[in-house]
């Protein structure tokens, strides 16, 4: 699949946006307790979503939260959020595009980019990403920040997320590109946040 997407990348010539923290939005979608203890690589999911969320509080970069049937699968984990209100919006569509709510929000701050992690890759993540790339959004997905129940699944959303025309990336690359440099005051904590490292 790497080499597909490696030659699949040299035919996409569509011109791409810069990621720039105030036109950028972090989109986490559905880390719910019923939903995550059944993800393949879950804690290596939640990991990087957590320094996602460490990198984009020190940079200002909004972040936002979504819930499925929040009534039968519960919230959000309480990791995720640590005592911060971010926006959430509650769905029963897969695809949070639907949500007339969230639309309101993503058009109040004009965000260009919209990075987008979470569960399941092939039904919410899949759905929410196509439908966005659909309405102009510049989607960004970070490989290891994203799953599902099965490895055949995720791997397959994600080649389909590709060929739909979201930008392959990983969380370490992001939490670069949104600091740009090393010349700025917030780079020695996203260093640390760079040299954390995952076990089990």
């Known amino acids: 699949m790497d080499e597909f997407l490696g030659k699949q990348a040299q035919r996409d010539t569509t011109k791409k946006s810069t990621i720039i923290e105030d036109q950028t939005l972090l989109l986490i979608l559905d880390m719910?307790?019923?939903?995550?203890?059944?993800?393949?690589?879950?804690?290596?999911i939640l990991f990087n979503i957590k320094k996602l969320i460490d990198t984009c509080n020190l940079l200002n970069v909004h972040i936002a939260i979504t819930e499925q049937n929040p009534l039968k699968l519960g919230q959000t984990i309480e990791s995720i959020s640590e005592g911060k209100e971010y926006p959430k919006f509650e769905k029963l569509e897969f695809s949070c595009s639907k949500n007339k709510n969230f639309i309101d929000?993503?058009?109040k701050y004009n965000f260009k980019n919209i990075i987008i992690c979470g569960i399941e890759s092939h039904i919410c993540v899949l759905q929410t990403?196509?439908?966005?790339?659909q309405?102009?959004?510049?989607?960004?997905?970070?490989?290891?920040?994203?799953?599902?129940?099965?490895?055949?699944?995720?791997?397959?959303a994600f080649l389909r997320l590709v060929l739909e025309g979201a930008v392959a990336s990983t969380t370490e690359s992001l939490i670069c590109e949104l600091c740009k440099t090393s010349n700025r005051k917030e780079f020695k904590?996203?260093?640390?946040?760079l040299k954390k490292s995952f076990s089990n």
């Open 32 to 44: 719910q307790k019923k939903l995550i203890t059944h993800i393949d690589n879950n804690k290596l």
């Open 105 to 107: 929000y993503i058009n």
């Open 129 to 133: 990403s196509i439908e966005l790339l």
């Open 135 to 156: 309405k102009g959004f510049n989607i960004l997905i970070p490989r290891d920040a994203i799953g599902s129940r099965s490895k055949f699944d995720n791997d397959t």
């Open 189 to 193: 904590e996203i260093s640390k946040i």
